[in-house]
């Protein structure tokens, strides 16, 4: 038995889960999300609350994708209550963000600076050197971070580059200064 999808997932006032020929919608107040169904999936929506099953329990792979599309369904719902949030970091001498209309402007120590276009559900902001990604989808937050710190990730032995503000960068010690003769 999948852990995560045999739990009944509450919806909350003010959303609403629908199931139509091969999409489950949810709708809230932050927005709308929309992903195709999976067939072995099963997908009951009674009262307020959103219930999973899958045709063998005992199979690993129906067990995987009950406890996957538990958690899509559960992401999709505080998605579009709460929403999510992360946040990058930029260190390094003379390394520099600023947002140029919806995009933004990244120095980061290539010769010239990198413009960074964000996708239209996607809310940014810059406050001196961390740059905050506010959504209500949580995979296109998370591509989208992660492409952000693809342009220039953080390098072990001065720390510079982009990284997220939780992440901790291993610090390797340079070269030393050889024992001559």
Same mark, same amino acid.
């Given at each position: 038995?999948?852990?995560?999808?045999?739990?009944?997932?509450?919806?909350?006032?003010?959303?609403?889960?629908?199931?139509?020929?091969?999409?489950?919608?949810?709708?809230?107040?932050?927005?709308?999300?929309?992903?195709?169904?999976?067939?072995? %999936?099963?997908? $009951? !929506?009674?009262? /307020?609350?959103?219930? @999973?099953?899958?045709?063998?329990? #005992?199979?690993?792979?129906? =067990?995987?994708?009950?406890?996957?599309?538990?958690?899509?369904?559960?992401?999709?719902?505080?998605?579009?209550?709460?929403?999510?949030?992360?946040?990058?970091?930029?260190?390094?001498?003379?390394?520099?963000?600023?947002?140029?209309?919806?995009?933004?402007?990244?120095?980061?120590?290539?010769?010239?600076?990198?413009?960074?276009?964000?996708?239209?559900?996607?809310?940014?902001?810059?406050?001196?050197? %961390?740059?905050? $990604? !506010?959504?209500? /989808?949580?995979?296109? @937050?998370?591509?989208?971070?992660? #492409?952000?710190?693809?342009? =220039?990730?953080?390098?072990?032995?001065?720390?510079?580059?982009?990284?997220?503000?939780?992440?901790?960068?291993?610090?390797?010690?340079?070269?030393?200064?050889?024992?001559?003769?």
């Amino acid at each position: 038995m999948s852990r995560i999808g045999k739990q009944i997932i509450k919806i909350p006032a003010g959303v609403t889960v629908t199931i139509t020929t091969g999409y489950v919608i949810v709708k809230g107040p932050k927005g709308e999300l929309n992903r195709p169904l999976n067939r072995l %999936v099963t997908i $009951l !929506v009674e009262n /307020d609350t959103v219930t @999973l099953t899958v045709p063998h329990p #005992e199979e690993k792979r129906d =067990r995987s994708l009950w406890g996957t599309w538990g958690s899509h369904i559960s992401n999709m719902i505080i998605g579009v209550t709460e929403g999510f949030k992360k946040q990058l970091e930029i260190n390094g001498v003379g390394y520099r963000v600023a947002m140029q209309g919806k995009d933004l402007k990244l120095e980061v120590g290539f010769s010239h600076p990198v413009i960074f276009s964000i996708p239209l559900a996607i809310q940014a902001s810059v406050e001196k050197n %961390v740059i905050t $990604l !506010v959504s209500f /989808d949580k995979e296109l @937050l998370g591509t989208t971070a992660a #492409e952000l710190r693809a342009i =220039r990730k953080p390098e072990p032995y001065k720390g510079k580059g982009i990284k997220y503000t939780t992440e901790i960068v291993r610090r390797k010690a340079g070269k030393t200064a050889s024992k001559g003769a």
